[in-house]
């Protein structure tokens, strides 16, 4: 795709994304003239890539010019440009996500800025950040094969439990998740209320080879979480 033919399909994505929405991202973009997969965003939303340039089709030249293109059309619309984190919750914190391989922050800021129409209410844009801005869920996979922990190199079996975060993968003592109880899904309630109660929790994902692509298992919870969540069901049992 030559430059012109790019700058083009930016700003049919944009005027796309922006009429259904109300504000675009460079994300939208990038998904929209097809450098990037959503796989791919949800691999970078879990830590599972260091940096989202990593899994982008496109030379740096090409995703700098649609990037560029992507801004000139949103000041041209008169959009408000808006700054929102992208976070990634870990075992003990949050932090922010990695867009370019350099780091650099002006890049940095290029990719984290939304442009919203300015005919939203302040409310309504506030909410639109808050909702951006929640970190994705903690992740733990339940491995087809055997493998090793990257820091203590304890050996993990076959269907134990493996936490990824960027490039290592830890068994659950060194990602400090060991504390926590398996919930099989299959009772939502329980689930639910189990979630709920425990302010530590991760989500339990394995790979379907059939189906290619990771399903959920259940959940790793606090174990009083977990007991307090089947008192209240067993309570609201009829006798």
């Given amino acids: 795709m030559n430059n012109k033919s790019l700058d ?40 599972r890539v260091p940096y989202l340039e990593k899994v982008i089709c496109a030379n740096l030249s090409k995703i700098s010019y649609a990037m560029k293109s992507f801004r ?9 440009p808006s700054e929102t984190s992208y976070l990634l919750k870990t075992q003990n914190h949050s932090r922010a996500l990695q867009f370019s391989k350099s780091g650099d922050s002006n890049i940095e800021l290029a990719y984290r800025t939304h442009y919203v129409s300015p005919t939203l209410t302040d409310k309504k844009q506030q909410k639109l950040k808050e909702n951006f801005e929640k970190p ?15 820091l203590c190199e304890k050996e993990l079996f076959k269907d134990s439990f493996l936490y990824k975060e960027q490039d ?31 302010k530590t929790y991760a ?8 189906r290619k692509r990771y399903e959920r298992q259940g959940l790793l919870v606090e174990e009083s979480a977990l007991k307090q969540a089947e008192s209240e069901n067993n309570s609201e049992k009829p006798a």
């Fill in 8 to 47: 083009q399909k930016v700003k049919q994505v944009a005027e796309k994304t922006l009429h259904d929405r109300n504000y675009v991202c460079a994300i939208d973009i990038l998904l929209g003239i097809g450098y990037l997969q959503p796989v791919h965003i949800d691999d970078w939303k879990r830590g």
């Fill in 72 to 80: 000139v059309w949103a000041r041209q619309k008169g959009l408000n």
């Fill in 136 to 150: 994705a869920e903690v992740v733990v996979f339940s491995i087809l094969k055997d493998s090793k922990c990257d």
């Fill in 168 to 198: 290592k993968a830890l068994c659950l003592k060194c990602a400090k998740l060991d504390e926590l109880t398996f919930l099989p899904a299959g009772d939502a309630k329980l689930t639910r209320q189990a979630k709920k109660h425990s």
């Fill in 203 to 210: 989500v339990v994902v394995r790979f379907s080879r059939a």
